[in-house]
C-alpha cells in the first residue's frame, strides 16, 4: 500500500478486555517496529520485528503485552487483561532495510482508551 | 539514566522567523539522530537524519547540526510559516534499529 495502515484507529475497552491492534506495513518493507505513546510524550519503543523473527522485544511492559509477524508482512499488537495504564496511542512504523540509519515511516496510530 | 530533553514544551514564533529546537541526550551514543514532524491525531512523518560524523545537514528551509562533544542537535526552521506549526520530535538510533524519542516541542508560528 501507500503508507503503513492501522487499524482501529479508535478502540474503546472495558478494563480486563483483550485488544488487538492491526498493522499493514509498506509492502515490501523488512523492519516492522511498534511504539506506544502517552498524552503530551514521545513515542516508546515497545517491540521490533526482521520480517518474521522478533529481535527485540525489551519495550513491552509487561506480559500482557504480545506481538507477532508471523508471515513477515502484517503484525498484530495483542493486549490481554487491559488496564487503565495502557491507555495510549499504539504506533507502528516500517523501514525497507534492516539496519538503522534509515527512513521509518509510522501509521496514523491506534488510540486505545481503556475505561 | 538515559535522557533525552528537548527545549521547551512549546516555542511561538512570528511568522518570517528563524525558528530553532533544541535535542540534548544524555547516556546515549547515537550513530544517527532523526528529526520528526508530528500533527495532531497524526503519526510521526520523518524529516531529516544526520549521522555522528555530520556536522550539519539542510533539506530546504530546514537545518539540522549535530554535536556529539556537546551531545546536542539544534534543529532550524527558516522563513517560518504558520504551517509549520507542529510537534517536532528528535529521536535517536544507536547500532540497533530501534528509535528513542524525546517528548516534543510544540511549535506556534503566529502570522
Known amino acids: 500500500g501507500a503508507g503503513v495502515s492501522q487499524s482501529p484507529r479508535y478502540k474503546v475497552a472495558k478494563r480486563g478486555q483483550d485488544v488487538a491492534l492491526r498493522c499493514d506495513p509498506i509492502?515490501?518493507?523488512?523492519?516492522l517496529f511498534w511504539y506506544q505513546q502517552a498524552l503530551g510524550q514521545g513515542p516508546e519503543f515497545l517491540t521490533y520485528?526482521?520480517?518474521?523473527?522478533?529481535?527485540?522485544k525489551s519495550g513491552l511492559p509487561s506480559d500482557r503485552f504480545f506481538a507477532e509477524r508471523p508471515e513477515g508482512s502484517v503484525s498484530t499488537l495483542k493486549i490481554q487483561r487491559t488496564q487503565q495504564e495502557d491507555s495510549a496511542v499504539y504506533l507502528c512504523a516500517s523501514s525497507s532495510l534492516r539496519g538503522p540509519g534509515n527512513t521509518i515511516y509510522f501509521g496514523e496510530g491506534s488510540w486505545l482508551t481503556v475505561v | 539514566s538515559q535522557k533525552i530533553e528537548q527545549n521547551s514544551e512549546a516555542l511561538n514564533i512570528q511568522e518570517g522567523k528563524t525558528a530553532t529546537l533544541t535535542c540534548n541526550y544524555t547516556?546515549?551514543?547515537?550513530?544517527?539522530l532523526q528529526w520528526y514532524r508530528q500533527d495532531p491525531g497524526r503519526g510521526p512523518v520523518f524529516l531529516l537524519l544526520?549521522?555522528?560524523?555530520?556536522k550539519e545537514k539542510r533539506k530546504e528551509r530546514l537545518k539540522v547540526t549535530f554535536d556529539t562533544t556537546l551531545k546536542q542537535s539544534l534543529f532550524h526552521i527558516t522563513a517560518s510559516q504558520p504551517a509549520d506549526s507542529a510537534t517536532y520530535l528528535c529521536a535517536l538510533q544507536t547500532g540497533a534499529n530501534n528509535l528513542f524519542f524525546g517528548t516534543g516541542t510544540r511549535l506556534t508560528v503566529i502570522p
Open positions: 547516556n546515549y551514543s547515537p550513530a544517527y
Open positions: 544526520i549521522r555522528e560524523n555530520e
Open positions: 509492502s515490501g518493507h523488512v523492519s
Open positions: 520485528f526482521q520480517n518474521e523473527a522478533q529481535l527485540d
